[in-house]
């Protein structure tokens, strides 16, 4: 009955969705579109609200009468694996897409009224026909309510990899990232059809741009630290395909930031503008192309199936490439923004996006050369890690770079001398560099600059804040501040890590020690332990540095159904790194494979992620505080 | 070039994209590497007799017979072959003849591993130096090689036949009956 409930509501609100695609169409011959448009938007969001509670019920209760949850669950479960199971499969995660995109069509629907009758007119159009292509292709090709008869007695289980508490949190922020994209999406759609790009769109589009972007980077630090401690590899990124599809949207949304900034204050870089809004959610949807339908191998392995994958590019061709044919066609119409020169904040803006444009291209070019070259010549190649490091490693540090005089430079035109503000970044910088000489080991230039010029950065960040009366200094400037200071703290720590990690990789018997940089840690011997749907044997070792002295306990272990071997990483956070223990396979002399990685400073990756979306989540606030108290006053002024 | 063509671009990377994709959606790509060895003949190896009542195996002897034949190395200390070792089972009872190399293994071992997780295999040679591993590059345990009734290599699994490979083992085997 559940699960009918939830098919039947998905059906009313594609219907909806159909009907606020036709109003929109229909315009103002009709009345009012608002008055119908609104409540079909709202009434959407809380169907594929309901569909989804429903999902999770099913999931809840082990319903294996549901072919989904039969193929994806499992009554020995953990309670929270069976509530975060429902989206960690193809039908349940589109749900989830769906649901999030439709929840936010209603809130833009209720929200915005800034923009022309015309525009939102648009704009509401656009994201029915986002809404109805996506529930098509839930309905059509990945019905996560069929039913499954007869029932069978106990269900597949789950990925043991994906019982995980990241998995709770990683997949729902990365699609409400995703989506929050589309709103811009529909925005910018929705000016190309009125010819309507100004500031007063770009302030609309901020909000759902700022906020979008926050949970996407939450997203990916949260992804990139799952990956790190449970696929055991020691590794942060590995550039992996579905890596990179998420990424891609993220240097989309970074540029959009910063590009929406300008159009909002100046009235500039409109076509550019609009272009980004298009290409940030195009690079969503490419992304989950590339991972539904297969067409690139990859560690996230989810149900791979070329229908579906076709379905995906119908859309995309629809979407994407009807989006560009109307940019091709409109945005010529489009009225340019306000002259600027060459030295100013909208210059060093620029000077931004094109870098964080030219890291997008590297990345997608990268992430589809494969496919490329395999069509023209049939030749089978893997583009890894030093392709994408080394291109985009000197342009992230050219980006940081700039950050040391760009928010500090005026709009529009500044003649100040540059150099003088900057001096005190740039003296830090060369500080460090020599430091990095003196003091490190051998290691690479790019990591000796990383670090460095990281170090400069922090100081930089600071700088926007200096001079200011802090009391009166608005939220937003102290969230760009944070944001940028979040970028040093991650470069810092991606640079110590590529620097100054060490590695140990050993087979050991009982008793025995080894050592990886400053420990010394014992082999202890080894214990079988038992969970709910696994087995595992548990290492015990002691690690000790000078008096400090930790027990850590790496797990092999066996799950049961479907059986699966993973590697449970024991790792330690102090207050100068991280150790990292894992237990291998035994070798045919009875001794134990140990890989051992002793990591300065590697957290500081993870908590500089935090740092860039906390700015921007302060940057959120702060103009959202800032307009009502506009309009707070505008009431009481008019009273 | 004019601002409508340069306007263009994004669309024509976007249509390359998608005649890229497509293509790659009729052709799926196959996720197996392929092996050297198939399509090889089998390379000399010889093995040792090892468990009692069971004949130890050699590269003369699997061609010598014309017969088809599932090659599984394996070991007793190696735990991935815990898990396969049912699924060895399953497949000779569906038919595959399947003959065994131990590999830096002990009799007592071997016989408690056989005793405890199944055993389907009708020859068990022992491969005390790796020798049999190395000959027919394997570079690991478990792996298995099908050998057809010429003595040629046609199919070779890297890591243990799991019960979702269970099928395509048995396909390639019945296609060389």
């Not at chain 1, 008055?35 to 809380?46: D, E, N, S, T």
């Not at chain 1, 696994?534 to 790496?554: C, I, K, N």
């Not at chain 1, 400073?601 to 800032?626: C, D, Q, S």
């Not at chain 2, 068990?124 to 130096?129: K, L, P, R, S, V």
């Amino acid at each position: 009955m559940i699960a009918e409930a939830g098919l039947a509501a998905l059906w009313l609100a594609a219907a909806l969705a159909l009907l606020q695609l036709g109003v929109a169409l229909a315009g103002p011959r009709i009345g009012d579109v608002r008055a119908i448009a609104v409540p079909a938007a709202v009434a959407q969001g809380l169907l594929t609200l309901f569909a989804f509670a429903a999902l999770i019920t099913l999931f809840v209760r082990t319903d294996l009468s549901v072919e989904l949850v039969a193929a994806n669950s499992h009554s020995l479960k953990p309670f929270i694996y069976r509530f975060s199971g429902a989206w960690g499969n193809h039908e349940g995660s589109m749900l989830l897409w769906v649901t999030v995109l439709a929840v936010a069509g209603a809130a833009l629907a209720l929200l915005e009224r800034r923009l022309s009758p015309a525009t939102i007119r648009a704009t509401l159009g656009a994201q029915a026909t986002l809404a109805l292509g996506f529930f098509a292709f839930l309905l059509i090709a990945s019905n996560p309510f069929a039913r499954l008869y007869p029932a069978p007695r106990e269900g597949q289980g789950l990925n043991p990899l994906l019982q995980d508490p990241g998995l709770a949190f990683h997949p729902p922020t990365l699609y409400l990232g995703y989506v929050g994209l589309s709103v811009a999406f529909s925005l910018a759609v929705g000016a190309l059809i009125t010819r309507d790009v100004g500031p007063a769109l770009a302030r609309a589009m901020r909000p759902w741009v700022l906020g979008a972007w926050v949970l996407l980077t939450l997203g990916i630090t949260a992804g990139s630290y799952w990956a790190y401690y449970e696929l055991g590899w020691g590794g942060w990124w590995f550039w992996d395909p579905v890596e990179n599809a998420s990424l891609m949207p993220w240097l989309a949304a970074t540029a959009l930031l910063h590009s929406v900034n300008v159009l909002a204050a100046r009235g500039g870089l409109r076509a550019w503008t609009i272009m980004l809004a298009v290409v940030a959610f195009s690079m969503s949807m490419v992304g989950t192309f590339l991972v539904r339908s297969g067409i690139l191998t990859s560690v996230h392995s989810f149900a791979v199936d070329p229908s579906r994958g076709t379905f995906i590019l119908g859309l995309l061709v629809l979407y994407v490439g009807g989006a560009l044919a109307l940019f091709a066609w409109r945005i010529g119409t489009v009225r340019e923004g306000a002259r600027f020169d060459l030295v100013s904040r909208e210059g060093a803006l620029i000077a931004n996006n094109l870098l964080l444009t030219v890291i997008l291209g590297t990345v997608f070019v990268g992430t589809l050369y494969p496919i490329f070259v395999e069509a023209l010549t049939g030749e089978k190649i893997s583009v890894g890690p030093p392709y994408f490091n080394a291109v985009s490693g000197p342009i992230v540090l050219l980006l940081a770079l700039l950050l040391f005089v760009g928010p500090l430079l005026n709009w529009r035109i500044d003649r100040r001398p540059l150099l003088r503000r900057a001096i005190a970044p740039a003296l830090v910088t060369l500080a460090a560099l020599l430091a990095t000489f003196m003091l490190a080991g051998p290691t690479s230039l790019l990591s000796r600059l990383g670090l460095s010029i990281a170090t400069g950065l922090a100081v930089a960040s600071i700088l926007p804040l200096v001079g200011r009366n802090l009391r009166r200094t608005p939220l937003a400037t102290w969230g760009m501040a944070l944001s940028h200071l979040g970028v040093a703290v991650a470069m810092a720590g991606a640079a110590c890590d590529s620097a100054f990690t060490r590695e140990t990789l050993t087979a050991v018997r009982p008793g025995e020690s080894v050592s990886v940089g400053p420990w010394t840690i014992r082999f202890a011997g080894v214990d079988p332990v038992a969970g709910p749907n696994w087995t595992a044997v548990q290492a015990h070792l002691v690690a000790v540095r000078g008096g400090t002295s930790d027990r850590f306990e790496p797990e092999s272990r066996a799950f049961s159904d479907p059986p699966t071997e993973t590697n449970e990483a024991a790792i330690r956070t102090y207050i100068d790194g991280q150790l990292y223990t894992v237990l291998g396979r035994q070798e045919s002399d009875g001794r134990w494979q140990l890989r051992l990685w002793w990591k300065p400073y590697v957290t500081l990756i993870w908590l500089g992620g935090a740092l860039i979306a906390l700015g921007g989540a302060l940057a959120l606030l702060g103009r959202w505080w800032r307009e009502r108290r506009q309009r707070v006053r505008a009431q009481e002024a008019w009273a | 070039m004019s601002r409508q063509l340069w306007l263009a671009i994004p669309l024509l990377v976007f249509g390359l994209f998608v005649a890229a994709a497509l293509w790659r959606l009729a052709d799926p790509p196959s996720t197996t590497v392929e092996s050297r060895l198939v399509g090889q003949p089998l390379p000399a190896f010889t093995t040792t007799p090892i468990v009692p009542r069971k004949l130890p195996v050699s590269a003369a002897t699997l061609r010598a017979e014309h017969q088809p034949r599932l090659v599984n190395l394996f070991a007793s200390w190696c735990v991935p072959c815990i898990a396969e070792a049912p699924v060895l089972a399953q497949l000779q009872r569906e038919g595959v003849r399947i003959d065994g190399i131990a590999v830096r293994d002990t009799a007592a071992d071997l016989q408690k591993f056989l005793a405890d997780n199944g055993d389907g295999y009708d020859r068990i040679g022992g491969d005390a130096t790796g020798q049999a591993q190395i000959a027919l590059g394997a570079s690991g345990v478990p792996e298995s090689f099908l050998i057809d009734g010429a003595g040629v290599i046609r199919y070779h699994h890297v890591g243990a036949i799991m019960p979702q490979d269970r099928a395509d083992v048995l396909a390639e085997w019945r296609k060389l009956r």
